[in-house]
């Protein structure tokens, strides 16, 4: 065992052989602080890649340009209708992104930010399925528009072609092979997903005895004692992964917004309202997705709001102050950024984690590896 984390061990006051044991216990009482969520955001796309023929262009004498030029689609739909689904869709992910953390093994929404990214997720889901009925009720219209619009097309494309066609033909097939597999209502509107999955993180202890039981079930000495080494590995790896995402995510944004409101700051010698609007946003993002209690960004956050005075009352904000406690999260978080974020040396923080139910879990029974909650709105 290295010194250093023999000095680790030491300042959190355990036996240096039990610090695996208390990082296991540190992902069991986190876990238990939230679930893991999943997107399901999907839909019939309304477009078919263009092809040469459909400007007008002959493949076999502008192989050059195909080399070099890649075609883009044909819209089926009206680009306004795509434009608003797409924001939509953007808007679904871009809302489990502010409530939840990114790690290794999914979306991590705390339990106390659930139900504000539930009730978004709810708003967004009616405006697109609202979509959807509209385009299912409309599906011969905008078809027939389609085809209007790809005639337009084809007549002002055929004087470029040198056909062995009339027009007439020319912009029939080529309004067909537009509209080549275009799905009737009901397959328009089976193809719209706008749902999400919930979860539970298997606790370490769950599978350790997941783990212990896959073993057992090995007759053979050998390759049950490599099982083994392999399930402790990836044990230790996941459990290294999962601090490492959730501490080194929060400060990341923590450092990224604070950094771009100094170089603001910097810039026009007082804080505008945008960079205030921004920073108190930070404080509210910051204490939903704290989960693991660390005590140096939560003091410092809290003399970043001190710094920026009542929200309900205008006055003036002092800069030194200001850029004093800017500058502060900037430094502390700094490492989370700069370089590959180290666990160890912040097990001593995380007292203000409840690790007594973590250690209640190994007398749970063992459950399976991730465990569905529910399928999601509309599921």
Not at 2 to 29: F, M, N, Y
Not at 36 to 43: A, Y
Not at 51 to 69: C, K, V
């Amino acid at each position: 065992m290295s010194d250093r984390r023999t000095e680790i061990a030491q300042l959190v006051g355990i036996d240096p052989r039990a610090l695996r044991d208390l990082k296991a216990s540190l992902v069991d009482a986190l876990v238990r602080k939230g679930v893991l969520v999943t997107l399901h955001i999907g839909r019939w796309r309304a477009r078919h890649k263009l092809d040469p023929e459909d400007l007008g262009l002959d493949p076999s004498t502008s192989d050059a340009i195909f080399r070099s030029i890649e075609l883009g689609h044909k819209l089926l739909l009206p680009r306004a209708t795509l434009d608003q689904l797409s924001r939509l869709e953007s808007k679904g992910r871009a809302n489990l992104a502010r409530h939840s953390l990114d790690t290794r093994i999914g979306s991590f929404v705390p339990a106390d930010g659930f139900p504000k990214f539930r009730e978004t997720h709810e708003q967004l889901r009616a405006q697109y399925l609202a979509v959807r009925d509209h385009l299912a009720e409309m599906a011969s219209a905008l078809k027939a528009d389609a085809a209007a619009r790809f005639a337009q097309a084809a007549r002002e494309i055929y004087p470029r072609v040198a056909a062995e066609i009339g027009r007439d033909e020319f912009v029939e097939r080529y309004v067909d092979r537009a509209l080549a597999g275009w799905p009737d209502a009901q397959e328009t509107h089976r193809s719209f997903r706008f749902d999400y999955e919930v979860s539970y993180v298997p606790l370490s202890s769950e599978l350790a005895s997941e783990q212990a039981r896959q073993a057992e079930i090995q007759q053979d000495l050998a390759l049950r004692t490599e099982l083994q080494r392999h399930v402790a590995e990836r044990r230790r790896r996941e459990i290294d992964d999962f601090l490492t995402g959730i501490i080194g995510q929060l400060r990341g944004i923590v450092y990224e917004a604070v950094t771009a409101a100094i170089r603001s700051l910097e810039r026009h010698g007082r804080p505008l309202p945008a960079t205030i609007v921004s920073l108190r946003r930070l404080i509210d993002r910051v204490r939903a997705l704290n989960v693991y209690g660390d005590c140096d960004i939560d003091s410092q956050i809290s003399q970043l709001e001190q710094a920026l005075g009542p929200r309900r009352r205008r006055c003036r904000i002092t800069v030194p102050p200001l850029e004093q406690a800017l500058l502060r999260l900037q430094d502390t978080c700094k490492d989370a950024v700069s370089e590959a974020f180290a666990v160890e040396p912040l097990l001593a923080r995380f007292s203000a984690i409840d690790l007594d139910g973590a250690h209640d879990a190994a007398k749970e029974p063992a459950a399976r590896d991730t465990v569905a909650l529910l399928g999601g709105i509309g599921a």
